[in-house]
């Protein structure tokens, strides 16, 4: 077991609430290893062809994030374990805070040119001086 895998205890949480199998089509490969296949790659921020084989082929991690994604699945799992971990007493709401300033940078900014523009010493690599 990884450090990125689920633990039996969050793993009896959160199975109830996922799709079952389909009733046409293949059947679904074991949605434990998947979902332990998809943190690794977020928690990584690994590309998803970079995946460990002990999770299963990439794609079925990449087909079923997006599939769980465009249906809501992701959406309706967080609402439920939001829901449980509040009825549980363990969401501090007093203390939650929505932020949405946002800045807008400049292209001058990020110091990214034009490939044509640009010269030896202007690498990608660039340095943060303030």
Same mark, same amino acid.
């Given at each position: 077991?990884? /450090? +990125? !895998?689920?633990?039996?205890? #969050?793993? /009896?949480q959160? $199975?109830?609430?996922?799709?079952?199998?389909?009733?046409?089509?293949?059947?679904?490969? $074991?949605? @434990?290893?998947?979902?332990?296949?998809?943190?690794?790659?977020?928690?990584?921020?690994?590309?998803?062809? %970079?995946? &460990?084989? @002990?999770?299963? *082929?990439? #794609?079925?991690?990449? !087909?079923r =994030?997006?599939?769980?994604? @465009?249906?809501? +699945?992701?959406? @309706? *799992? *967080?609402?439920?374990?939001?829901a449980a971990? %509040? $009825?549980?007493?363990?969401?501090?709401?007093?203390?939650?805070?929505?932020?949405? +300033?946002?800045?807008?940078?400049?292209?001058?900014?990020?110091?990214?040119? %034009?490939?044509?523009?640009?010269?030896? $010493? !202007?690498? &990608?690599? =660039?340095?943060?001086?303030y």
């Open positions: 077991m990884s /450090r +990125t !895998d689920l633990t039996e205890k #969050q793993w /009896r959160l $199975e109830p609430h996922l799709p079952s199998n389909p009733h046409h089509g293949h059947v679904y490969v $074991e949605h @434990r290893h998947v979902i332990n296949g998809i943190l690794w790659r977020l928690r990584t921020g690994a590309r998803w062809r %970079d995946i &460990p084989s @002990r999770y299963g *082929l990439w #794609q079925t991690c990449y !087909d =994030f997006v599939r769980w994604s @465009r249906n809501g +699945t992701w959406q @309706r *799992l *967080l609402k439920v374990m939001q971990a %509040d $009825e549980a007493g363990l969401v501090d709401w007093n203390g939650a805070a929505l932020d949405a +300033t946002h800045i807008k940078a400049n292209i001058s900014t990020t110091r990214v040119y %034009d490939r044509r523009q640009m010269r030896a $010493e !202007d690498s &990608p690599t =660039f340095k943060v001086t």
